[in-house]
């Protein structure tokens, strides 16, 4: 039992849990017929039998059940059903369409009577919510700690939860990316979704083939981005911000070694071996150059067509959507793109190189 | 038993037969495809909805009816947190004393905990719903606009909720208020340690410091206190809701307006 545990509590880390889900989702898009029935059972069993057993262990029970998390144990499993849901019915379409078929949803396109056919669901849904509400207000008291002390900080503090993916990519980005401008970019980006995206498929019915691209961007931006932050930085971030498995108790005095260095200190003191360069534009050239070449250049090279690309990197030429989107789109919408990416960019410098920043100003607090 | 039947449909008849009854209800029984005409056109809460719609529009399994739990949401939220008002006083003094009496001298007090989980689940269902609408690709013309006008409320409702986690002024309420607010000292141009802000300088006296920063705008003082919290008790109580309660209005009409519940062209 503790041997299963210990296995848990080392891949539920921030390094292998990220990697697990990201392959895991790439693999669900690439091979999409997984999102079956049988899956289903599968992925809800194993979560159901992993909260039952683990509700036995004292520390995983501290976390999961103070009040304020338990929203988030219900969100959980809804985001895996309707995840689930979403696409089985879509990849189900899919292979009606394929089967010469008409989605399942042309099919309904009679119309009914909204009274009583919409209108006693709806009355329906409201009973059940409000029982549900009730229910769940009487057994479950709202939290309520000491009062405020401003003089007294708990350890770990931390935002609401549904702001704890914003928390957690301060691990990685300063404040002013992690709680300003991403969140700034995430609803801009949001807003641009229908103007990016002229692919006239898929309006007003599930499907996953006609629209596999959308889909798979904004589902890793959703649930791995996301949700996935939320979650572990809910559960899995003790005091000090530090990582701490399901089943580890939460030690305030559990000292991590802080090794990160700038991109500045890897190339004049490794590499070249002297001290840093007094002028700040030479000591951050590098980093700076970077900077360029991933938000200026790369959107540009991508554009080009396949031929101008070396041979092992032609997959990454993005020229039929430029061709398709014309240039205003697509510039929009790979600079959206490259920064959502930029996060898990930035997390693998980080757990390989213990990068700290690409470019460091920090008189100016202009740290990437 | 007929008989208690028979004395059940006579009273009911009298009753819908009434002047007081027709003064409200302005059609006969909804049996007839005139009267489910009616049912929607003379009621004003009714009449958000079309008279028919498209089968496939209406079913749980295409709209997961999250939107409509959101509204309902709203509606419970604004309900209880009115009779939350009646009691709670917004002030460093009070606030957390009129919190304990919520619980312990209010008959059948659990209207705080009503709203706090309310409020978590609202949270989550705007999510499932603006899931559920990319996922279906609800968002596609004619509904560009319409999907803007979720996204804000999607941030209203995060807003919302941020400022009703302060209101308890509990170790939990003002510390989450501080991890979050401190975000905004670190803006751009307007927060005391975000970049550039050193550039704004008349002579060698900074224009932006920590008493006049986006962080102060936010919290009303250098720390949250005092004035935080008549802040965040007036934007939660009036302004934030106004503002949703608006754009709600324009985003049920869009619906209707752009061709109802979306489905196949």
Not at chain 2, 75 to 102: K, N, Q
């Amino acid at each position: 039992m503790e041997f299963i545990k210990n296995i848990i509590n080392w891949s539920s880390g921030p390094t292998v849990l990220f990697t697990v889900a990201t392959i895991a989702f790439a693999l669900s898009i690439k091979y999409p017929q997984v999102w079956s029935k049988k899956f289903a059972y599968i992925l809800f069993g194993g979560m159901a039998v992993f909260y039952c057993f683990s509700m036995f262990d004292p520390n995983f029970f501290l976390i999961v059940a103070k009040p304020d998390n338990v929203p988030i144990t219900f969100m959980l499993f809804l985001v895996a059903f309707f995840t689930w849901f979403a696409l089985h019915q879509g990849v189900e379409n899919d292979k009606r369409v394929a089967a010469g078929e008409e989605p399942l949803e042309k099919q309904e396109q009679d119309k009914v009577w909204v009274w009583p056919d919409l209108v006693y669901v709806e009355l329906l849904c409201m009973v059940l919510l409000t029982i549900g509400l009730v229910v769940w207000s009487i057994l479950l008291p709202a939290p309520l700690e000491q009062p405020a002390n401003p003089a007294d900080s708990p350890n770990p503090s931390k935002a609401p939860w549904y702001f704890l993916g914003l928390q957690e990519m301060l691990v990685y980005f300063d404040p002013w990316l992690a709680g300003v401008v991403f969140p700034t970019l995430i609803v801009v980006g949001l807003l641009a979704i229908p103007f990016i995206d002229t692919n006239p498929k898929g309006n007003g019915y599930f499907t996953f083939k006609e629209r596999r691209a959308e889909i798979a961007i904004f589902l890793y931006g959703f649930i791995v981005l996301w949700i996935l932050l939320v979650v572990s930085g809910t559960f899995l971030r003790g005091p000090n911000w530090n990582f701490f498995g399901p089943y580890e108790y939460w030690d305030p005095h559990r000292v991590e070694p802080l090794l990160n260095v700038n991109i500045s200190d890897i190339f004049w003191v490794r590499v070249l071996g002297r001290p840093l360069p007094s002028n700040p534009i030479v000591r951050e050239f590098l980093g700076i150059g970077m900077i360029l070449f991933y938000t200026g250049f790369l959107p540009v090279a991508l554009a080009w067509p396949k031929e101008k690309f070396p041979k092992f990197l032609q997959w990454m030429s993005l020229n039929n959507y430029y061709e398709k989107m014309g240039p205003a789109r697509y510039y929009l919408g790979v600079m959206l793109f490259l920064l959502m990416i930029s996060l898990p960019i930035k997390m693998y410098m980080r757990w390989i190189w213990d990068l700290k920043y690409i470019v460091a100003f920090p008189e100016i607090f202009f740290n990437i | 038993m007929q008989k208690v039947l028979n004395a059940f449909s006579g009273a009911w008849d009298a009753m819908t037969e009434s002047q007081v009854w027709k003064s409200v209800f302005r059609h006969g029984a909804i049996t007839s495809n005139r009267n489910r005409v009616l049912v929607m056109m003379s009621n004003v809460f009714l009449h958000l909805h079309p008279v028919k719609s498209r089968k496939a529009g209406i079913k749980l399994r295409y709209t997961w009816c999250m939107g409509g739990i959101t509204f309902f949401l709203f509606l419970v939220l604004t309900l209880t947190g009115l009779l939350l008002m009646f009691y709670y006083r917004p002030t460093v003094e009070y606030a957390y004393a009129d919190i304990i009496d919520l619980s312990e001298h209010v008959p059948l007090g659990i209207m705080r905990e009503l709203h706090r989980w309310g409020a978590h689940a609202m949270v989550i269902t705007v999510w499932l719903h603006m899931f559920r609408v990319f996922m279906t690709g609800s968002y596609k013309p004619p509904r560009e606009f319409n999907w803007g006008v979720g996204v804000i409320l999607l941030v209203l409702t995060l807003l919302l909720s941020f400022t009703g986690y302060l209101l308890p002024w509990d170790q939990l309420a003002i510390w989450a208020i501080t991890v979050g607010s401190n975000m905004a000292r670190a803006t751009p141009l307007l927060g005391t340690e975000g970049p550039l802000t050193a550039a704004l300088k008349l002579g060698d006296i900074n224009l932006i410091n920590s008493g006049n920063d986006a962080r102060f705008a936010l919290l009303g003082a250098r720390s949250v206190g005092e004035n935080t919290l008549l802040r965040f008790y007036v934007l939660h109580c009036v302004g934030l809701p106004l503002v949703a309660a608006v754009l709600m209005s324009v985003h049920f009409w869009r619906v209707r307006k752009d061709g109802g519940i979306s489905g196949p062209m």
